[in-house]
């Protein structure tokens, strides 16, 4: 063998060791598992807009991170199932998209011993009088996320009810017997704002679980509506309003008695609907991701505060409003953040 020949394969056999070295002393991955539980199905933006975060944060799906996704439909037996499948899955994370979500985790996680489980919440309204957390400083728990603040937007929607029509007296809700921690707060706090502005609230009560029997109920009662009885909509969360086949029927009420409705989200307003105004749900779930990820960096959830959301659209859509007589005022459209035309 020449000593050129040798040189070579010298060559070749140290490149090789050192190639070996280098890729085993380099450190591993982590794959981060993340439980994701939705509470209802109109909330999918969040979890995108989560995702979507997480990818520019270089966690890359299949790679280090990966999701487990759990819908409840407005279930709370559902609801429970999923936490607990994924406290025992031992997931690295949960990320509960909406305050029934959290409520499930928390009480799952302390059931089961598991509150080494971090839960990052979106969507949740009053975690500090709900008992999610301690305070917006720290949670003292397992817990941290964004919260929705329920109080001043309630107030704004009427605000922008009595700009479209000045003798706003009466707002009609659906009051559902089954409903949610979200339901019962603003439905609470709408009555207290809109006493203050001077206003009713007319309740048309609804008895069925969220299941086939409340969407005949919910259209028994809408062809029982008077022309007159209600001067506005005023579209609730909860499960039985909220649940696909009853959506229609929040539009419905406006339609047929040709009153202005305020929405909860922004695609309500795309199918027909006159205003909302609401957090963007991809916009919190992008928020909450940066949460996971000072977590997965090490943070403790007790150490990072709770946030509201960054702002609130209002959307309006003047092609519906005009083909129901309504007029919206101008000053109303040039605060708009979206407008339908």
Known sequence: MSKQLLGILILIVVGV????????????????????????????????????????LDYEEGKNISYTYRQANGDFETLDAASKELIASNVDLIFATALEAAISAKKETEAAGRTDIPIVFANTNNPDELGLIASFKSSDNNLTGIATDFANVTAKKLEFLRQINPN????????????????????????????????????FPLVSPPTEASTAEMAKVIAQMKPGSIDAYFHLPGPLLNIPPNIPFNLEVQNTLKVPGVY??????????????????????????????????????????????????????????????????????????????
């Open 168 to 203: 706003i007296k009466k707002v009609g809700v659906f009051d559902a017997k089954i409903t949610d921690p979200a339901g019962q707060f603003m439905l609470a706090e709408l009555k207290k704002q809109a006493a203050l502005q001077g206003m009713e609230v007319i309740a």
């Open 17 to 56: 060791a050192i190639g070996a070295w280098y890729f085993s002393s380099r450190p591993t991955q982590k794959m981060h598992t993340v439980g994701v539980i939705e509470w209802l199905e109109v909330m999918a933006p969040t979890y995108k807009g989560f995702k979507d975060r997480m990818a520019t």
């Open 264 to 341: 909860l989200v922004p695609q309500m307003v795309e199918a027909g609907g006159v205003i909302s105004y609401q957090h963007d749900f991809a916009r919190v779930g992008a928020q909450a991701a940066s949460y996971a990820n000072k977590i997965f960096k090490g943070a403790k959830p007790a150490s990072i505060p709770i946030q509201y959301q960054d702002k609130n659209d209002l959307v309006i859509n003047l092609k519906v409003a005009k083909s129901l007589g309504i007029t919206i005022p101008d000053s109303l459209v040039r605060i708009a953040d979206r407008v339908i035309q």
